[in-house]
């Protein structure tokens, strides 16, 4: 029986440990960071969003990851830096929002 929780215990934690490596979120305000981005590519596979509309939606995006940077050179990042950086992500997401229901649709090829 040990055995068996062991090995179910190592699975999970060998499975955690790869989610986290390819990407999961790491700190409070990344969630939206990363969602951010699955929207975009959903958008695009879907054909609710042009390329031009998420190439602007992904250059929003790595404005906001290099202000972060910024914000964090110095070491840590205050509660007014990272409520500010909560804002930005949540403005970007309803900008995204705003793009995906636009009925502007990228030609899908004859589909």
């Known amino acids: 029986m040990h055995t068996v929780r062991f090995l179910i215990g190592s699975t999970l934690l060998a499975w955690a440990g790869a989610s986290f490596a390819h990407g999961t979120p790491a700190s409070r305000y990344d969630p939206f960071e990363w969602r951010q981005e699955q929207r975009i590519r959903q958008g695009l596979a879907d054909g609710s969003l042009t390329r031009e509309e998420a190439r602007r939606l992904q250059v929003r995006q790595a404005q906001i990851d290099e202000l972060e940077r ?33 009925h502007q649709v990228a030609w899908m090829g004859g589909r």
């Open 70 to 102: 910024v914000f964090r050179a110095d070491g840590r990042l205050s509660a007014i830096e990272r409520d500010y950086l909560v804002r930005l992500q949540r403005q970007a997401g309803w900008q995204i929002r705003a793009e995906r229901h636009d």
